[in-house]
Nanobody, 130 residues
């Protein structure tokens, strides 16, 4: 059974940093692209970052580009989201997901499609406030 568990959120001051992580189990972690998305109450889901199974490609939404860095350690079944220069508008519930298909590398062509990902965890809350 696929399971993704996010952790590492919390409270940070504007300009601060956090590094949430997501541990996967129940699937061959090193075969699947991983994604981070976030949700603000009353707003839709926003994709944040994608990393291919072998870390060969990473993608970022314009809202976080230059401030967030996605990475993964396949030997630890873990994907990270290093969040720097945090802003109040980064306050959200952050989820990680996995691509449905192994070795999915079509993000550049098709962008974010909810239907391409599954296994969403319970989320980790990030609050940015002074």
């Amino acid at each position: 059974q696929v399971r993704l568990v996010e952790s590492g959120g919390g409270l940070a001051q504007p300009g601060g940093f956090l590094t949430p992580s997501c541990v996967g189990s129940g699937f061959t972690f090193n075969s699947f692209s991983m994604i981070w998305v976030r949700q603000v109450p009353g707003k839709g889901l926003e994709w944040i970052s994608v990393i291919y199974s072998d870390s060969s490609e990473t993608y970022y939404s314009d809202s976080v580009k230059g401030r967030f860095t996605i990475s993964r350690v396949n030997a630890e079944n873990t994907v990270y989201l290093q969040m720097n220069s945090l802003k109040p508008e980064d306050t959200a519930l952050y989820f990680c997901g996995k691509a449905i298909l192994p070795y999915y590398n079509e993000f550049e062509d098709f962008g974010f499609r909810m239907s391409d990902y599954d296994g969403w965890g319970q989320g980790t809350r990030v609050t940015v406030a002074s």
